[in-house]
């Protein structure tokens, strides 16, 4: 499976704590994205970082990548309470055509 | 317009009913898709469609039957469903046969009594 596994499941923070959640998967990949789903909600894209790509930014979220590991991380500064969610990774399956989410990360921010 | 609209929200039908879920977007989007998401697991790829054709179908049991209308529709057809198939039913487009920047619907909370 190219399915993505996400680490830690569960990750409780306070507000203003870094929350630095990671992602391992097993083929190759041209692309490696990022979704945040609130509870019981759709998902919304993130950020998308390409195989050529080390390390990505948008506000303050920081997506690395190492492609020799076949990992990725996603760091969120400064969380806020509104973070609180399930963040997912997700690559290609092997034809390129669908995504396939890995099994995610709950995080919670508390005030 | 940006988003991916389904309805109904929620639904609870019967094991002998038929209902059908409805997405609808309209961003020119020419793939769309179909996942199933239980409690605390990631999204199932269910089905895909490209160009308004079936392009993926994840071994999906028979009761579940998908149509694509037109290129800014997609049903979902349910008939004789078991209480297992309670799910989070999501849709989502993208770009035609790229797997980049999904725009997912709020999903259709589905129960099946």
């Known amino acids: 499976s190219q399915q993505g596994e996400e680490d830690p499941q569960a990750l409780s923070i306070q507000e203003g704590e870094n929350a630095t959640m990671n992602c391992s998967y097993k083929?190759?990949?041209?692309?490696l994205q990022w979704y945040r789903q609130n509870s019981g909600r759709g998902l919304v894209h993130l950020i998308l970082?390409?195989?050529?790509?080390r390390e990505k930014h948008s506000g303050r979220l920081r997506v690395t990548l190492d492609t020799s590991k076949k990992s990725s991380s996603l760091l969120i500064t400064a969380s806020r309470a509104a973070d609180t969610a399930s963040y997912f990774c997700a690559t290609a399956n092997q034809a390129g055509t669908a995504l396939i989410f890995g099994k995610g990360t709950t995080l919670s921010v508390s005030s | 317009d940006t988003e991916v609209t389904q309805t109904p929200k929620h639904l609870v039908m019967g094991m002998t009913n038929k209902k059908s879920l409805k997405c609808e977007q309209h961003m020119g989007h020419r793939a769309m898709y179909w996942y199933k998401q239980k409690a605390k697991k990631p999204p199932e790829l269910m089905f895909v469609?490209?160009?308004?054709?079936?392009?993926i179908n994840e071994s999906v049991p028979s009761r579940f039957s998908p149509e694509c209308p037109n290129s800014s529709l997609l049903n979902l057809h349910l008939h004789a469903l078991q209480p297992e198939d309670s799910a989070l039913y999501l849709c989502a487009s993208s770009q035609a046969r790229q797997a980049l920047g999904y725009t997912f619907g709020s999903g259709t909370r589905l129960t099946v009594v």
């Open positions: 083929t190759s990949i041209n692309n």
């Open positions: 469609y490209s160009y308004e054709k079936l392009s």
């Open positions: 970082i390409r195989s050529n790509e």
